[in-house]
């Protein structure tokens, strides 16, 4: 995006295969209190500052300013069937500014059932 250390408005949506949703906990007033209730409820750590986070049962879309220092995004998640799945590409758009955007490349995830 040129010389621009920063890119405004950006939306990042993280699909996720069959057989997994992300973990929401439920967080109590004493959880990092300073602390936005979407990010004590979905925890992990970013190098990104995100403003919001939309929690659904099949994707977690972030929103934010991007800066040239972001790396990643973290977030549990918990298996709830086996099998082999593909996970989608994650993709990002600047909001207002539609020809900024971004897409990681699809994977695959083989979920197997817990031993014992």
């Known amino acids: 995006v040129g010389n621009r250390s920063t890119v405004p408005q950006v939306a990042l949506v993280d699909l996720m295969p069959g057989g ?9 007033d004493d959880d990092a209190p300073d602390q936005p209730i979407w990010r004590r409820r979905l925890g ?25 220092d972001f790396t990643e995004v973290t977030y ?3 298996a709830t069937n086996a099998g082999d799945f593909v996970v989608p590409a994650a993709y990002g758009e600047a909001m207002y500014e539609r020809r900024v955007f971004a897409r990681s ?4 995830i083989k979920i197997r059932p817990a031993k014992g």
């Open 76 to 78: 549990k998640v918990r």
């Open 105 to 108: 490349a699809a994977a695959r």
């Open 20 to 28: 997994l949703e992300p973990v929401v906990n439920a967080p109590s």
């Open 44 to 68: 992990g750590k970013s190098t990104w500052a995100i403003e919001y986070a939309d929690i659904r049962e099949d994707r977690v879309v972030f929103y934010g300013n991007v800066a040239a």
